[in-house]
């Protein structure tokens, strides 16, 4: 990635189209703004300051104003729309924001008495603070090409005491120009060393163009907002998806392989398992002793009169399995229960119980706890 483009994304958002009309244009009044008054009340205010004050009807004028939360006061400008040429106005529609060349330095940060000129070749504008981050006046004084140096610096002193009394007076020579800002919530104006800033509602009301042409403008840029985005929302799944995808075959491709290694690993594991069981197999039967006259004789202790042993064998080291009968089956549960108690008994199970000829037969399978039978040299308590 080169350095320009670093450099470009550093620089934040491009700096939006706008169209500076000349100050001639236009006549500037400060409002006064009741304290606590929000951004639309403010509004309202111009609006019915405006029509107070001009000669012409609101809806013969374009307007816009400056106002910062918690100002005293704002800044309304208008102009005739007549003054205006049809040709003027259509370019107006590939501007994001329309209006006076003054206007774009009411952003400055300005201290208390405080007078900004701006000095372009057709006049002169000078911007009043007295108090707080609003003008208090804004006038201006037309010149000819043909004026010398000493008539400018005349004017601009003219200017200077018909403003007020200023502790600071900053020139800008030159119409500020939109530049890149931090954020879509904002807009600058630079001029060499000068910055003006505004917030996004601030730059919107100082917009002069029709207030309903604004608000279709504001709505079709918020759906081609929202299209943007919904349209960078699905670039950006799609490229996941993709990523997932790609991500899918290259697992296929590490499970094969593995499968490959685990299969040819297949034939030392399954001899290394046969190993180990003929290993424990052996040690169970070099240490480990088959017990099963011991467990015959704790099954046999518990025995009804009535049932009979047919057959024994043992499964293992602990678990002995008696096929018996009895002509009374009511005892093969009180015999299964009595089993059950032995303190060495782990389980007893019944199996394969039917009867015939009123002779019940059943298999009972038992199992020994390990390491709870003793030898009968040693018989357990």
């Known amino acids: 990635m080169s350095a320009s483009l670093f450099t470009s994304l550093r620089a934040g958002p491009p700096p939006p189209r706008v169209a500076l009309l000349p100050d001639a244009l236009f006549f500037a ?20 300051a ?34 205006f040429t049809a040709e003027q106005i259509d370019a107006w529609n590939r501007a994001e924001r329309v209006l ?13 008495a405080s007078t900004l000129i701006l000095s372009v070749p057709e006049g002169l504008t000078a ?21 010398t ?5 005349r004017v601009r002193d003219e200017l200077l005491k018909l403003s007020g009394e200023s502790r600071k007076i900053v ?19 630079r001029c060499g060393e000068f910055e003006s800033r505004f917030t996004a509602e601030a730059a919107a009301a100082l917009d002069v163009r029709d207030k309903a042409e604004l608000a279709a403008l504001a709505k079709a840029r918020k759906r081609d907002v929202i299209l943007w985005r919904t349209a960078l929302g699905c670039a950006v799944v799609c490229i996941l998806l993709v990523a997932g995808e790609l991500a899918l075959v290259a697992g296929g491709f590490w499970q094969k392989a593995r499968l490959i290694k685990l299969n040819a690993q297949n034939p030392v594991v399954g001899r290394v398992i046969q190993d180990q069981e003929l290993a ?60 059950q108690g032995l303190p060495a008994c782990d389980k007893v199970e019944i199996f394969d119980q039917r009867t015939r000829d009123n002779l019940a037969s059943f298999r009972l399978v038992v199992s020994f706890k390990p390491a709870a039978l003793k030898p009968m040299s040693a018989p357990a308590t």
């Not at 009044?29 to 019915?48: H, K, S």
């Not at 009043?128 to 004026?147: K, M, N």
């Not at 140096?149 to 610096?153: I, K, L, S, V």
Request: with cysteine; charged share 20%.
């Open 29 to 48: 009044r400060a409002v006064a703004v009741p304290a606590g008054c929000m951004a639309a009340e403010v509004a309202v205010q111009v609006e019915l």
């Open 50 to 83: 405006l029509d107070e004050s001009s000669p012409f009807p609101l809806a013969q004028l374009y307007y816009g104003y400056y106002w910062r939360p918690g100002a005293e006061r704002a800044l309304a400008f208008a102009s005739y729309r007549r003054r």
């Open 100 to 112: 006076p060349a003054f206007a774009a330095v009411l952003g400055w940060e300005a201290e208390p």
């Open 127 to 147: 911007i009043h603070w007295d108090q707080g981050p609003v003008p208090v006046a804004v006038l201006y004084r037309p010149l000819v090409p043909e004026t």
């Open 149 to 153: 140096d000493e008539e400018r610096a």
């Open 171 to 189: 020139d800008v020579a030159a119409h500020p120009t939109a530049g890149p800002s931090r954020s879509d919530g904002e807009m600058v104006f």
């Open 280 to 339: 424990n197999r052996i040690d169970e039967l070099s240490t480990k002793r088959l017990l099963p006259m011991e467990m015959i004789s704790l099954v046999a202790a518990k025995k009804p009169a009535g049932v009979q042993f047919l057959r024994t064998t043992t499964n293992g080291l602990n678990s002995l399995s008696v096929e018996a009968q009895t002509n009374n089956a009511s005892e093969i549960a009180g015999f299964m229960t009595a089993v």
